[in-house]
């Protein structure tokens, strides 16, 4: 069974507009959440991380916004472009916990259409 | 600053054969990691080495072996490859900041296929 579910295998926006890629999880234990993007070819670089303590963390065009309660966590890419377009993988962990304990979902292939 | 370097690039075996995944990192990161990635499924955890000296079974550790030769190099070994080891394996390394969050950078992934 799978702990963190990305239930969007694909998701198509225009460029400029906004991309909301969702991910849910299972474990209450998770407190520490991260997004990684994958081009083709190429390992995942990571994006964007949030804790627990918070509900919202931006950077730049990259906000992830965090519902504790629905066990929901969302990444926003605003304004979306076409470089943009890779795999995104949410991943969660349990902060302070033994390593080696993040769990990936199965990823979302954002493409964003000029 | 290479971060996190994986040799080969592309592998092909027969079954039965055998071969080592190379991984070294220039971050000084304690922590290290080998993973799989098949299609249409996220990364699975197939061993780790949380510091130089130490190694301990991820999530599909079947038919892997690891050695965590010195901080920057973590291996891993096929013994004896099959088909179900298709897969595209990344190596990534991590150091736990102050506030206890453990971000991992990956490399680029060597892509093996066992005939």
């Known amino acids: 069974d799978q702990q963190v579910k990305q239930n969007s295998p694909s998701l198509s926006v225009q460029e400029g507009r906004i991309s909301i890629l969702n991910c849910d999880y299972t474990?209450?234990?998770?407190?520490?959440f991260l997004w990684y993007k994958k081009y083709p070819a190429e390992g995942p670089t990571f994006l964007i991380s949030?804790?627990?303590?918070?509900d919202k963390n931006e950077d730049g065009r990259f906000t992830v916004f965090l519902n504790k309660s629905a066990k929901h966590l969302s990444l926003h890419i605003v304004p979306s472009q076409p470089g943009d377009s890779a795999v995104y993988f949410c991943?969660?962990?349990?902060?302070?916990?033994?390593?080696?304990?993040?769990?990936f979902g199965k990823g979302t292939k954002l493409s964003v259409k000029p | 600053n290479a971060g996190v370097t994986q040799t080969p690039k592309f592998q092909v075996l027969k079954t039965g054969q055998s071969m080592t995944l190379q991984c070294a990192q220039d971050?000084?990161?304690?922590?290290m990691y080998w993973y799989r990635q098949d299609p249409g499924m996220g990364l699975r955890l197939i061993y780790y080495?949380?510091?130089?000296?130490?190694?301990d079974k991820g999530e599909v550790p079947n038919g892997y072996n690891v050695s965590r030769l010195n901080k920057r190099e973590f291996s891993l070994r096929l013994e004896s490859a099959a088909p179900s080891q298709t897969s595209v394996y990344f190596c990534?390394?991590?150091?736990?900041?102050?506030?206890?969050?453990?971000?991992?950078?990956f490399g680029p992934g060597t892509r093996l296929t066992v005939l």
């Open positions: 080495s949380a510091s130089e000296g130490t190694t």
């Open positions: 474990n209450s234990m998770f407190d520490y």
């Open positions: 990534a390394s991590s150091d736990m900041t102050g506030d206890g969050t453990d971000t991992q950078y």
């Open positions: 949030i804790s627990s303590i918070k």
């Open positions: 971050m000084n990161h304690n922590s």
């Open positions: 991943a969660a962990s349990v902060w302070g916990g033994s390593q080696g304990n993040l769990i």
